[in-house]
């Protein structure tokens, strides 16, 4: 199994920045693919990122590409999340998640373990 932590999240203005990290523990962090996902109140869990294993592609949603930058750091077990030109419509719970699943994995009942969350808030 692996355990996720989520940390970074605050409270902003729109066009600031905020870097998000999720600490994992447990089995060997860089054998997953990884992915960053939110969810705002009343809303389904919407894909932002996802980071495929061992130097695989990355791959953006559209609404977050140029903007948002995925990151990991395998011998520290880290992902990171650097999120820069903040806008309103971002705000939400963000949360990590790892799977070891290959395929579909813009969807998250593809992944397996999650993060707490954390929370980012984007004021206009």
């Known amino acids: 199994q692996v355990q996720l932590v989520e940390s970074g999240g605050g409270l902003v203005q729109a066009g600031d920045s905020l870097r998000l990290s999720c600490a994992a523990s447990?089995?060997?962090?860089?054998?997953?693919?990884m992915g960053w996902f939110r969810q705002a109140p009343g809303k389904e869990r919407e894909f932002v990122v996802v980071d495929r294993r061992s130097g695989g592609s990355t791959y953006y949603a559209d609404s977050v590409k140029g903007r948002f930058t995925i990151s990991r750091d395998n011998p520290k077990n880290t992902l990171y999340l650097q999120m820069d030109s903040l806008k309103p419509e971002d705000t939400a719970v963000y949360y990590c998640a790892a799977t070891s699943r290959r395929s579909f994995l813009t969807n998250w009942r593809q992944y397996d373990y999650w993060g707490q969350g954390t929370q980012v808030t984007v004021s206009s």
């Open positions: 447990g089995r060997t962090f860089s054998g997953y693919d």
